[in-house]
């Protein structure tokens, strides 16, 4: 069964920075999208980043140019790099895969920036 794990959430100040980190239970490879996800209350579930058969990145428009994501083949994990944070940022991220006609989610981790 896939799992996917994902950590580094939390509380951050408007312009702070956070690392989020997913862990996945088998290769990475097995995939052809990794990325992320996001979902705030009221609002539907909206595309971070994703990236496609490890070559390419898609981002949303609102976090163009602020947020960053990358793999580690050899630790199976994804992260996203997000800096200058803005309260809009705030929401549940979504680690997620697909491939082979499946996909799979993670249980999300609560990303809240406030001062």
């Known amino acids: 069964q896939v799992q996917l794990v994902e950590s580094g959430g939390g509380l951050v100040q408007p312009g702070g920075s956070l690392r989020l980190s997913c862990t996945f239970s088998t290769t990475i490879f097995r995939f052809d999208v990794v990325g992320w996800y996001r979902q705030a209350p009221g609002n539907k579930r909206e595309l971070v980043a994703v990236n496609t058969n490890g070559v390419r990145t898609s981002y949303g428009e609102s976090v163009k140019g602020r947020f960053t994501i990358s793999r580690d083949n050899d630790k199976n994990m994804i992260h996203l790099q997000m800096t200058s944070l803005k309260p809009e940022d705030t929401a549940v991220y979504y680690c997620?895969?697909?491939?082979?006609?499946?996909?799979?989610w993670g249980r999300g981790t609560q990303v809240t920036v406030s001062s």
């Open positions: 997620t895969a697909g491939g082979m006609g499946n996909e799979y």
